[in-house]
Nanobody, 121 residues
Framework: QVQLVEAGGGLVQAGDSLRLSCAAS????????MAWFRQAPGKERAFVAA???????YYADSVKGRFTISRDNAKNTLYLQMNNLKPEESAVYYC???????????????WGQGTQVTVSS
């Protein structure tokens, strides 16, 4: 069982940066592939980025070059550095953990409660 708690969301202006974090419980964090998804009102949950157990990273095309996913296994924490944010990226951002490896579909075993990111124009 893994519990995930996101933090770092907030209200920013277009072009600003924000760093999300996701704290995981337990001592098996390093054995999970991790990912960030986001969901805007009325839309499906969408893949943002993922990082494997070996720290290979994967990004949605829309965030490549602006977002960076990373993990600190010693701190049981996942991060998402978001630069040059756009208003259309306003959403609830969720972190997720999978024991099966990375995926761009929301087929993950554990989910956090989400953190709201609002980008004003």
């Amino acid at each position: 069982q893994v519990q995930l708690v996101e933090a770092g969301g907030g209200l920013v202006q277009a072009g600003d940066s924000l760093r999300l974090s996701c704290a995981a419980s337990g001592r098996t964090f390093s054995t999970y592939a991790m990912a960030w998804f986001r969901q805007a009102p009325g839309k499906e949950r969408a893949f943002v980025a993922a990082i494997s157990r070996s720290t290979a990273t994967y990004y949605a095309d829309s965030v490549k070059g602006r977002f960076t996913i990373s993990r600190d296994n010693a701190k049981n924490t996942l991060y998402l550095q978001m630069n040059n944010l756009k208003p259309e990226e306003s959403a609830v951002y969720y972190c997720a953990a999978s024991g099966r490896g990375v995926a761009e579909r929301p087929d993950y075993d554990y989910w956090g409660q989400g953190t709201q990111v609002t980008v004003s124009s």
